[in-house]
């Protein structure tokens, strides 16, 4: 199974609302990264987890707060979103288990396309 | 992060050989190359990386130049199925063995390709 499974694929939520995407891995990966994606532009990363310690946080407004509940699951919780944080929200894990960072790959989710109201 | 260069796009007929170009004029010893593809509507795949010596395999060719300031990654036959935004990537290991392989994205390439 090489798959990362984000649920849900789409979501419209109010700027009131609060939220959570979902990814979920079975690969054994140690390290887990949210991007963020906006129409036409290249994807751009928001967090990193290795074993489920926070490692990265790309200067990310506090509104989203990431959670890694367990080695297979990774959560980005949501609220008090604005119409500008409308974007696919990949998630991506890859191996983390001791091998040279540079010399990885990451496998990544379809995405959650989010739209806020 | 160090930089890539690519062209914005490229166009190809179904069947013939792609090559993509990238340059990364500021890369480092340990820095390794990397492409990713992303078709419509999909997250990124991977799709072959290397250091120094040309790499194949099942999806592409990567071709390494000697001074690693620039690299092409070769599909030998395009099909429909290729057509995607293709984005080259240096994979930068700054910590010396740090177990967390982050991607910075370009801006990539899109490929058309023609039946």
């Known amino acids: 199974d090489t798959e990362v499974t984000q649920t849900p694929k789409h979501l419209v939520m109010g700027m009131t609302n609060k939220k959570s995407l979902k990814c979920e891995q079975h690969m054994g990966h140690r390290a887990m990264y949210w991007y963020k994606q906006k129409a036409k532009k290249p994807p751009e990363l928001m967090f990193v987890y290795s074993y489920e310690k926070l490692s990265i946080n790309e200067s990310v407004p506090s509104r989203f707060s990431p959670e890694c509940p367990n080695s297979s699951l990774l959560n980005l919780h949501l609220h008090a979103l604005q119409p500008e944080d409308s974007a696919l929200y990949l998630c991506a894990s890859s191996h983390g288990r001791g091998l040279r960072a540079a010399n990885e790959k990451l496998f990544f989710g379809s995405g959650t396309q989010l739209s806020v109201l | 992060d160090a930089k890539t260069t690519q062209p914005n796009s490229m166009e190809s007929n179904e069947e013939e050989p792609v090559h993509l170009p990238c340059n990364h004029s500021?890369?480092?010893?340990?820095?390794?190359i990397h492409w990713y593809r992303q078709l419509p509507s999909q997250g990124p795949e991977y799709v072959i990386h290397?250091?120094?010596s040309n790499v194949n395999n099942r999806m592409a060719s990567l071709a390494i130049a000697e001074d690693r300031k620039s690299s092409t990654l070769i599909l030998h036959r395009a099909t429909l199925r290729d057509a995607a935004v293709y984005y080259c990537i240096l994979k930068i290991d700054p910590f010396g063995g740090s177990t967390l392989g982050r991607l910075y994205f370009g801006r990539g390439t899109q490929l058309t390709v023609w039946p």
């Open positions: 500021t890369i480092s010893g340990t820095d390794y």
């Open positions: 290397g250091l120094t």
